[in-house]
Every structure is written in structure tokens, then in C-alpha cells.
């Protein structure tokens, strides 16, 4: 079997081109592996190190970088086992990368900066929520699977609007139906529910971290009066906003004097 062409980018970052078999030489050790299919496809899967063995000989594009560099550059990474659907730009990255002829200097630098491009620009997908999980088998096309992703990425970005179904399918270039069903088939929930877990999980975030009045928490959050943000909260979280916001504070102040006694001990 024949091995895939090579390119180095870095110690920590090597990627893989073309059909056959990735050389286990050029990996580095506790890696993350990206294997992007044949570029047409819309899915990409996530791998470690053991993963490789076999199976990505028809892989066009796979990507090996090191965890601990995805961690400083990135941040939280994916979880191996996973497959994302890949939005039309980043295979259009993907099969710019293939397509580069030739094994000059030149083109070997092409190749690296546009796998550094690809794996950047895949890092900030993941962030911004436009991976939508593979879950089970769909019976959206690719572009209707960018819309829907494009659509969770709004309610991620602007969950403090009054947004609503019409409004986000309008945005996004999708009829009602099709975004309710694309939520359900991509998320394993419906819109309403993937705009409160975004909504009160912020909240959350707000009333441990913030002196902000849970009128003010609420009014940010996308809610319109304190009551009906109380009502969610209590539903979502089992406990209501301000009894939280009374444990955050207890647990604060209890931290902060251990620490002073710890100093004066």
C-alpha cells in the first residue's frame, strides 16, 4: 500500500495528502486526527493515534497535531470518536490542498499554508458552533446541513434577541419546517429548546460570575420581565436564580476565608 504524501508544517502538525496510508513516522505522539473523506463528502471524523492503523487510505486530507498544540492554540478539543458535518467553505479549503500539483519547495510550502489555513479555520467552526455532530443518518442535503449549522451558530452568537422560528429560518435561507426538522435530525432537540440551553446556560455563567441583578441577568439572556426568566431557570436548572446566586456567593465567601486562614496559618 502506498503511503500519503507527507508535509510537515511543524513538529506538532504534520498533514497527509492524496490515497494511501499515513506514515506513522510523521505523527506526532498524543495526536489528534482529522480525516476529511474524500473531500466531497460532508463529514469529517475525529481519531487519535491508535485509530490509524487502517482506514484512511481514502481519506484525501487527514491532519495529525499534537494535543497539547491544539490546547495552547485552540483550546477544548473534540472529542475523538466523533464525526462533524464539514461546511462547504472548509472542503473547499480541503480540496485546495489536494489540489496542489508537484513536490518542489514551492509547492510543499502551498500545502502548508493551506492545511494551517484549513486546521485554523476548523478550530474556529468548532468554537462557533457551525460543526453540527453526526448523530444518525440524515435526509438533509449538504447545503441544508450548512444552513441548520448556520442557524445554531445564531442562536449561539445573538441568543440575547428576540429571536424566533420565523425570523431565524428567514435569516438562514430555510422554510420553517425543514429548520425544525434539521434541528431534530442534526441536535436531538428542537429550536425553543436549543435557544433556552444557550440562554440559561449564560444565565448560569452570569449569576456565579457577575454583581449584575437578576432583573439585569434575565433582560441580557433574551428575557423579557423577571418572571418568566425566573420560571425557566427553576425549570431548566431545579434550583431558581436567586437561590443560586445566594450559593454562588456563599461558596465564594467560604473559599475566600479558607484562603485566609491558609495564609495565616
Request: aromatic share 8%.
Amino acid at each position: 500500500m502506498p503511503l500519503k504524501l507527507s508535509v510537515v508544517v511543524s513538529h506538532e502538525f504534520t498533514s497527509f495528502v492524496g490515497h494511501g496510508m499515513c506514515d506513522r513516522a510523521m505523527i506526532p505522539p498524543t495526536s489528534l486526527i482529522f480525516a476529511f473523506g474524500d473531500i466531497g463528502e460532508p463529514c469529517i471524523r475525529v481519531l487519535t493515534r491508535e485509530d490509524i492503523t487502517t482506514g484512511l487510505e481514502d481519506d484525501m486530507v487527514v491532519f495529525a497535531i499534537s494535543r497539547a498544540a491544539w490546547a495552547r492554540l485552540f483550546g477544548e478539543e473534540p472529542k475523538p470518536g466523533g464525526s462533524w458535518y464539514l461546511p462547504a467553505d472548509l472542503r473547499a479549503l480541503g480540496r485546495a490542498i489536494v489540489a496542489v500539483g508537484g513536490d518542489t519547495e514551492r509547492e510543499t510550502m502551498l500545502r502548508s499554508a493551506r492545511s494551517i489555513e484549513l486546521i485554523c479555520a476548523l478550530a474556529t467552526s468548532f468554537r462557533g458552533a457551525r460543526m453540527a455532530e453526526v448523530r444518525r443518518a440524515t435526509t438533509l442535503s449538504g447545503k441544508d446541513i450548512s444552513l441548520v449549522a448556520a442557524a445554531h451558530q445564531m442562536i449561539s452568537e445573538h441568543f440575547g434577541d428576540k429571536l424566533t422560528l420565523g425570523e431565524i429560518a428567514r435569516r438562514c435561507g430555510l422554510n420553517r419546517l425543514k429548520l425544525s426538522s434539521g434541528f431534530r435530525e442534526l441536535y436531538d432537540c428542537t429550536v425553543a429548546d436549543a435557544m433556552a440551553d444557550r440562554r440559561l446556560e449564560k444565565a448560569r455563567e452570569l449569576l456565579a460570575q457577575s454583581e449584575l441583578s437578576i432583573a439585569t441577568i434575565g433582560y441580557r439572556c433574551g428575557y423579557t420581565n423577571p418572571s418568566s426568566f425566573s420560571r425557566a431557570f427553576t425549570r431548566w436548572h431545579g434550583v431558581s436564580p436567586s437561590e443560586f446566586k445566594k450559593c454562588e456567593q456563599n461558596c465564594a465567601t467560604a473559599s475566600r476565608h479558607t484562603n485566609v486562614v491558609g495564609v495565616a496559618a
